[in-house]
């Protein structure tokens, strides 16, 4: 029998990593595999997280602090949480340049939300819930004029931009400062779990990958998305444990004035959505629409996916996501001023995401490239300020990290489209 035959014409011939042997080797190989088709994953921004925190650690004083890591955790947050939404966004191809000032008008709804005395006043979980829906709101119909009237994403999310700016400068030049008293809202950045907390939530997340595994290999028996090796999973695992348990030890190795440290409700924020969202775009229909639509959105409208659907929902998760992220940064001051949101909050969410590794040329990526995007950003942002590095500085950094990133991402697709991948 020939090699045709056993092919034959309804049948496609294997591809190359399924040929793979499993276990220790079968991971070797597939790893080599994907460097030599420029399949490289999350591993370009671990070992660039690596390299910083060496550099750091034996440059910059008090860099290797428990104070300066939980100080980390916080200051990341923020931008993690809107990189998050900008995932979504580049998936399909589209960007949006709203989200910095959308977190700007988040923060606002809260904080006039919580105003003591006021009429409308209302307890701030209620007020963020408020805010964070307002937020997708106003993402849907920006989405919605992408997606139903055909204005490039850029353009509408650039009056966005305009728009949202005007409205917290009309706001607080008639208002001034407005001070957030409201404890649950200042929780979101200032809130410490005791030590053993911190503990049970590092089991938790553990174990939520190899839970996953177990769940896609019941779900989908049979097929070849059940088909994963337990080798990588059981290593998966390990590296998953270790950066939770050893996030949690750090952190609760801390002391500020004789107060102990522990683990900021803001990480914990922030590992919530990346569980929801990294769901979302992995095990769900929706996930795999965006994908389509991102990778070929003629070839999935000729599918029977819904593509201005797709769109309009992409666009208000970037809005919720935003304005979560406002009211974390909020939390950060204590209050909503002029000078809210950070002028370099839009730029870092966006290059988080593409350092991450989500490509700007859309249908590639994932949730976890914003989390250590963000993480990475952070990073080389906290060690050149402990350095006394002017800004200036942290923005040629930043912008050098950035385009290496774009330069490795284009790259990347040459190597898959020169394979056939």
Not at 8 to 36: C, H, K, S, T, V
Not at 171 to 198: E, H, M, V
Not at 366 to 380: D, P, S, Y
Request: glycine share 14%; net charge positive; aromatic share 10%.
């Amino acid at each position: 029998m020939t090699s045709a035959e056993v092919v034959g014409p309804d049948r496609a011939p294997p591809l190359e990593e399924e040929q793979l042997p499993g276990g220790f080797r079968g991971a070797m190989e597939r790893a080599r595999l994907n460097l030599r088709t420029g399949n490289l994953g999350a591993l370009p921004i671990i070992v660039g997280e690596i390299a910083v925190v060496i550099l750091f650690g034996f440059t910059a004083t008090n860099f290797f602090t428990s104070v300066n890591f939980v100080n980390l955790i916080t200051e990341s947050a923020g931008t993690a949480m809107l990189a998050y939404g900008v995932v979504f966004v580049l998936l399909l191809g589209e960007i949006d340049l709203s989200i910095g000032y959308l977190a700007g008008i988040g923060a606002l709804i809260v904080a006039e939300l919580q105003l003591p005395g006021s009429s409308w006043q209302m307890n701030g979980i209620l007020a963020m819930l408020v805010a964070v829906a307002a937020c997708a709101v106003i993402g849907g119909v920006q989405g919605s004029i992408v997606a139903f009237v055909g204005v490039p994403s850029f353009v509408v999310t650039l009056g966005g931009f305009l728009i949202w700016q005007g409205v917290i400068l009309n706001k607080l030049q008639q208002r001034g400062t407005i001070i957030i008293q409201d404890r649950w809202i200042n929780y979101t950045d200032a809130y410490i779990f005791s030590p053993t907390f911190g503990w049970l939530i590092a089991a938790i997340f553990t174990a939520l990958y190899p839970g996953s595994v177990l769940y896609r290999k019941i779900v989908a028996r049979g097929t070849q998305i059940a088909q994963q090796s337990w080798t990588s999973a059981t290593l998966k695992t390990i590296g998953i444990g270790i950066a939770a348990f050893g996030t949690v030890a750090v952190a609760n190795h801390g002391k500020i004035i004789e107060t102990p440290e522990g683990l900021p409700l803001a990480g914990l924020i922030v590992v919530f959505f990346f569980v929801v969202l990294t769901f979302l775009a992995k095990w769900t229909t929706f996930g795999r629409h965006v994908y389509a639509v991102g990778g070929n959105a003629e070839a999935a409208r000729r599918a029977g996916i819904s593509v201005p659907r797709i769109r309009v929902l992409v666009f208000m998760i970037s809005g919720a996501t935003a304005g979560v992220g406002g009211i974390i940064f909020a939390a950060q001051v204590n209050s909503v001023a002029l000078t809210f949101p950070p002028g370099n909050l839009l730029l870092n969410a966006i290059a988080a995401a593409v350092i991450g590794g989500v490509s700007l040329f859309g249908g590639r990526g994932e949730v976890r490239g914003a989390l250590l995007g963000a993480i990475l950003i952070g990073t080389l942002q906290n060690g050149l300020n402990t350095l006394n590095i002017s800004n200036g500085w942290i923005y040629i950094v930043t912008g050098l990290v950035l385009l290496g990133a774009v330069t490795l991402d284009t790259v990347a697709v040459r190597l898959q489209a020169r394979s056939g991948r």
